[in-house]
Antibody
Framework: EVQLLESGGGLVQPGGSLRLSCAAS????????MNWVRQAPGKGLEWVSG????????YYADSVKGRFTISRDNSKNTLYLQMNSLRAEDTAIYYC??????????????WGQGTLVTVSS | DIVMTQSPDSLAVSLGERATINCKSS????????????FAWYQQKPGQPPKLLIY???TRQSGVPDRFSGSGSETDFTLTISSLQAEDVAVYYC?????????FGQGTRVEIK
């Protein structure tokens, strides 16, 4: 059974940084695209970033490009999101979501429970 | 970016009745080379992460009850719950994966009348 467990969320001041992690199990981690999707309180879903399993190609939403960096360690079955220059509008639950085996199959078939990031002074 | 627009924003349906949610994309998500629509539906219950229901516009994810069905092509899609059950109370989202950025509809809240 595929399991995704996020960690690293918390309260951070505007302009600060945070690093999220997602530990994956029950799958051949390196074979799949992995993603971060966020949900602001009471709002809808927003795809943030994705990274391919094979060559590590990374993709970002315009809203986070230049501030967030996605990475993965296939030896540890772990996905990361380094978030810098955080803004109040980055406040959200951040979900780790498994994608398909290629970037073109961009659906999300397994999701973690999410980790809450709050950006406030 | 492809804009996904769902309708209605919310609906209330009696138990056992049909619920229908629509989603329109701002451009076609049909990839002509393989004739597949790069389109999915998700269900999100309160306090839970989203769950994949339907992909390729009409393929049910494993374990999803057959009262859920997806239809449509190119820019217009529909999610139908043929006989609403109490456990179907949730917010439903559509999503395109035709290109990056992946984009979602704003969500449709389904309640019991």
């Amino acid at each position: 059974e595929v399991q995704l467990l996020e960690s690293g969320g918390g309260l951070v001041q505007p302009g600060g940084s945070l690093r999220l992690s997602c530990a994956a199990s029950g799958l051949i981690f390196s074979s799949y695209v992995m993603n971060w999707v966020r949900q602001a309180p009471g709002k809808g879903l927003e795809w943030v970033s994705g990274i391919s399993g094979s060559d590590g190609s990374a993709y970002y939403a315009d809203s986070v490009k230049g501030r967030f960096t996605i990475s993965r360690d296939n030896s540890k079955n772990t996905l990361y999101l380094q978030m810098n220059s955080l803004r109040a509008e980055d406040t959200a639950i951040y979900y780790c979501a498994k994608g398909g085996s290629t970037v073109t199959t961009g659906l999300f078939d397994y999701w973690g429970q999410g980790t809450l990031v709050t950006v406030s002074s | 970016d492809i804009v996904m627009t769902q309708s209605p924003d919310s609906l209330a349906v009696s138990l056992g009745e049909r619920a229908t949610i629509n989603c329109k994309s701002s451009q076609s998500v049909l990839y002509s080379s393989n004739n597949k629509n790069y389109f999915a539906w998700y269900q999100q219950k309160p306090g839970q992460p989203p769950k994949l229901l339907i992909y390729w516009a009409s393929t049910r994810q494993s374990g999803v009850p057959d009262r859920f069905s997806g239809s449509g092509s190119e820019t217009d899609f529909t999610l139908t719950i043929s006989s609403l059950q109490a456990e179907d109370v949730a917010v439903y989202y559509c999503q395109q994966y035709y290109n990056i950025p992946r984009t979602f509809g704003q969500g449709t809240r389904v309640e019991i009348k």
